[in-house]
């Protein structure tokens, strides 16, 4: 949010807002003057969007595909997204489509993971899984998935290829929050998109030992502020 440095008034597209927590945050910052909308792929999270944000009057969701979906020429002065721009077939169209959404000045402030390799969060429940559908192999980094907006080199390229100006990443390296406590955030992980791919041809018996492995590796990281795991990221920003 410190990236995007909202001010009262604008209009923001939120890219992939999934629950909108960031469409929230973003509408309180512009205000009743100012206007957010929420476009993500996914029925059931724009559903729980839409019930958190009921009776605002400055948000609104859409339920399309960002590669696909008109958003309208020059219709905002923002697009945020906190990693909603990495999971796309087409990312050179995403962006060509998220850069004429902007008015003339607009700005992109997007976060994105840095590479799985320097990643706790994502290192720790896939060592723990190794023992049973054996160790990480590198990705293609052209595959959309967390990681594919990793490497500046590419970020800067697409960006640029987009039309975007003066584009900047900034390190950040935070822990995430995983969950409450090592159950919580072990089931968690086990229902994300790419664990449950990787367990799925495992035995009930083999599921298990490996849900419970992930457990285990995750108690060491045990805090009262919940299971943290460091996840470094980046921010990036640029101009129309
Ligand atoms: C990791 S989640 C992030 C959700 C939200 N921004 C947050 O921080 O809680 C990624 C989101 O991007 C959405 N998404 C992926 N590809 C998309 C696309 N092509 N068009 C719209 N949304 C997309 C997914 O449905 C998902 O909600």
Redesign the pocket.
């Known amino acids: 949010m410190a990236g995007a440095a909202l001010k009262p008034g604008e209009r923001v597209l939120?890219?992939?807002?999934?629950?909108?927590?960031?469409s929230l945050i973003a509408a309180a910052a512009v205000g009743e003057s100012g206007r957010v909308t929420g476009?993500?792929?996914?029925g059931p999270?724009l559903a729980t969007a839409r019930a958190r944000a009921e009776g605002l009057g400055n948000i609104d969701f859409v339920q399309?595909?960002?590669?696909?979906?008109d958003l309208g020429e020059g219709a905002y002065d923002i697009a945020i997204?906190?990693?909603?721009?990495?999971?796309?077939?087409a990312p050179d169209i995403?962006f060509a489509q998220v850069h004429r959404a902007l008015g003339p000045g607009g700005r992109l402030a997007f976060?994105c993971w840095q590479g799985g390799a320097e990643s706790e969060y994502y290192q720790v429940p896939r060592a723990a899984v190794a023992p049973f559908v054996g160790p990480d192999e590198p990705d293609d980094p052209d595959a959309?998935g967390?990681y594919s907006l990793a490497e500046p080199g590419k970020v800067r390229a697409l960006l640029g290829g987009a039309g975007f100006t003066d584009v900047r990443l900034e390190r950040v390296d935070e822990a995430a929050v995983s969950g409450a406590d090592a159950a919580d955030a072990a089931a968690f992980r086990l229902t994300s998109p790419s664990f449950a791919g990787l367990l799925k041809d495992l035995g009930p018996e083999d599921k298990a030992k490996a849900a419970d492995a992930v457990r285990q590796a995750l108690i060491p990281y045990e805090t009262p502020d919940g299971v943290l795991l460091k996840a470094p990221a980046w921010v990036v920003t640029a101009r129309r």
Do not use: E, I, K, Y
């Open positions: 939120d890219v992939g807002c999934g629950c909108g927590q960031t476009v993500d792929l996914s999270m399309a595909d960002v590669q696909q979906h997204s906190r990693f909603g721009v990495m999971f796309f077939d995403a976060a959309p967390p």
